[in-house]
């Protein structure tokens, strides 16, 4: 029987399927490596998963009604479907570069605007939501207390996440919009209340919901989603189905920073996938990414490229070494992924035996 998988020192009971809800893209620039990152360890969780007898079901969401994809369609002169449209496209091309499969449902914002007013709805009934001048907003100021954050650092990510704590019509800055009224130039669709969009968060609770039901076994996304984004996402779940927790475990993937600093564009640090495929080979950089611990923040530099490179070729030597392998040496790669996936242990232990430990870790890693 395979080993039980363990995160962050908690063990997960699961029996033959696993339902993975990934935090996907607002799809208005190319993509980096912060995203890249993300993604290619999310896919390595389902093919751990994989390994130890364990179906993923993925669903990876697209934002494609948000703020932040506006503004940046006006600033190029494009409708912002369109954009979102073809930076889809590009980030799809990106992933499949990379090895990241397909996920199983890639739910889109836009499709969702009825399940978000349903959903707006019934925080309404259940008095976790209020009305005021067309915006639907969910009581929010508990919301930050439940994950351990004071209200000065929920502030700050509030406003930095685009959660308009300055608002006037909230009656308290935290408050989070489920349905927010339409100003001119932003996308609307009809409401009980005003013409209007979903909220970020409760686009995802709409798309979580729809095709998972009440609750998820990984959410998974970027460390920095922690809140605003991961803790509304929750709340308002719980709010909805009555149900907690909402996820029986967190997937929090480290941030990869430049020089200390976050990858952000207003920052000129970002490192562009597409030049970094184009000068090694999509697997280097897969292994650069997942030859460590992957809750752990780490820092970029081109330094690290020539050592991935290195590791992969003692890797794929050691799989071509001897036909197979005792089943002891697949448990023990198995076990290894199984203990909070740890790849660094696996990987060492695989170049070791060699065979066809090494031959399953290429395999489960997406190495091949």
């Known amino acids: 029987m395979p080993p039980p998988l363990t995160l962050a020192g908690r063990r997960i ?68 479907d369109d954009l979102a449209a073809f930076q889809e496209f590009q980030f799809e091309g990106d992933m499949a570069a990379l090895n990241v499969r397909a996920p199983d449902y890639e739910p889109r914002a836009h499709r969702y605007v009825e399940p978000v007013i349903r959903l707006a709805q019934a925080l309404l009934d259940a008095d976790a939501a209020y009305e005021r001048a067309g915006s639907v907003y969910f009581r929010g100021e508990g919301v930050a207390r439940s994950v351990g954050l004071d209200t000065e650092t929920a502030l700050r990510l509030a406003a930095e996440y685009g959660g308009r704590p300055d608002d006037p019509a909230k009656e308290h800055p935290l408050d989070a919009a489920v349905w927010q009224a339409s100003e001119e130039g932003y996308p609307a669709w009809d409401s009980p209340w005003a013409p209007g969009r979903p909220g970020w968060h409760a686009e995802c ?12 076994d990984f959410h998974a996304g970027g460390a920095d989603l922690r809140y605003p984004h991961h803790a509304y996402h ?135």
């Open 13 to 80: 009971a699961l029996l033959d399927r696993a339902r993975i809800y990934a935090c996907g893209i607002t799809p208005y620039d190319v993509t980096h490596l912060g995203h890249a990152a993300t993604f290619v360890w999310v896919d390595t969780l389902g093919r751990v998963l994989r390994a130890l007898g364990v179906e993923p079901i993925v669903c990876r969401n697209v934002t494609d009604v948000d703020d932040v994809l506006v503004e940046a369609a006006r600033r190029s002169g494009s409708r912002y």
């Open 205 to 216: 609770v709409a798309m979580a919901l729809s095709v998972f039901g009440i609750g998820v």
């Open 234 to 368: 929750a709340a308002m779940a719980e709010k909805f189905t009555g149900t907690a927790p909402y996820a029986r475990a967190w997937f929090r993937v480290g941030k990869v920073t430049v020089d200390g600093a976050k990858m952000a564009k207003s920052a000129g640090n970002l490192v562009m996938l597409d030049p970094l495929l184009a000068a090694h080979p999509a697997a280097v950089v897969r292994l650069m990414i997942l030859d460590r611990p992957w809750a752990r923040d780490w820092d970029y530099t081109p330094d690290l490229l020539a050592p991935a490179a290195e590791r992969l070729d003692k890797l794929h030597t050691a799989a071509g070494r001897g036909i197979r392998s005792p089943e002891e040496d697949l448990a023990q790669i198995r076990r290894l992924l199984a203990e909070d996936l740890d790849v660094p242990a696996a990987l060492d232990a695989a170049i070791a035996l060699g065979g066809g430990a090494a031959r399953l870790l290429v395999t489960t890693l997406g190495l091949a």
